[in-house]
């Protein structure tokens, strides 16, 4: 089955600065990459989704990147704010509905003031 | 659009007893919805994944006995936990794609905190 690896688990930015969490994938065949924001206690929340018919989207201050052929895709959140503190994860499906999500371990960013 | 709203948001039950967690998409059909447990500081665990009108899949290791799974309607899943017990004690979060929605997306419930005594 799908094994997706996320690094790094903790990561801590000043605020502004910019924050990367990268995570790769087992399957070829996964052609759907979701990023979830997970604040304590509280449902994960779509934040920014790709699919594996483009390289890279983005959304104001996040953006997504994949490369197929490494098999690894990347979240970049610029000018962070301290409310991007949270719990992110990253998941992998070969899409479509019934098709179930495979989550990374999760990152926990810490935004300091 | 696209709610998932789950009950209860938390319950605390003596060892031995059953409890029902309820799922619902509130402003969409659910074709499937995925039932996942999530440990403090863990990343979420696919339990099983329901299909309305059918039976659901459980992922390995999940006991189909113990974790009963219902989706009677395309907006309503329920996991009962049966003769629970501490070790049941997490989170549980439903997850649901449909009809209507985004296909591949799914949207997630706020969650049940489960305490078993």
Not at chain 1, 13 to 24: L, N, R, Y
Not at chain 1, 45 to 63: H, P
Not at chain 2, 7 to 18: N, R
Not at chain 2, 54 to 70: H, M, P, R, W
Request: hydrophobic share 30%; glycine share 6%; charged share 20%.
């Amino acid at each position: 089955g799908e094994n997706v690896e996320q690094h790094p688990s903790t990561l801590s930015v000043q605020e502004g600065d910019s924050a990367v969490i990268k995570c790769t994938y087992s399957d070829s065949a996964s052609n759907y990459f979701p990023w979830y924001k997970q604040e304590l206690g509280k449902r994960p929340q779509l934040i920014i989704d790709i699919r594996s018919n483009v390289g890279e989207k983005k959304d104001q201050r996040i953006a997504v990147t994949l490369n197929k052929t490494a098999k690894h895709f990347s979240l970049h959140i610029t000018e962070t704010q301290p409310e991007d503190s949270a719990v992110y994860f990253c998941a992998a499906s070969i899409g479509g509905s019934n098709y179930k999500l495979t989550f990374g371990k999760g990152t926990l960013l810490t935004v300091n003031p | 659009g696209a709610v998932v709203s789950q009950h209860p948001s938390w319950v605390i039950c003596k060892s031995g007893t059953s409890v029902k967690i309820e799922c619902r998409s509130l402003d969409f059909q659910a074709t499937t919805m995925f039932w996942y447990r999530q440990f403090p500081k863990q990343s979420l665990m696919l339990m099983a994944t329901s299909n309305e009108g059918s039976k659901a899949t459980y992922e390995q290791g999940v006991e189909k006995d113990k974790f009963l799974i219902n989706h009677a309607s395309l907006t309503l899943s329920t996991l009962t936990v049966t003769s629970a017990h501490p070790e049941d004690s997490s989170f549980y979060i439903c997850s649901a794609d449909g009809l209507a929605t985004d296909t591949d997306t799914q949207y997630f419930g706020p969650g049940t905190r489960l305490t078993v005594l």
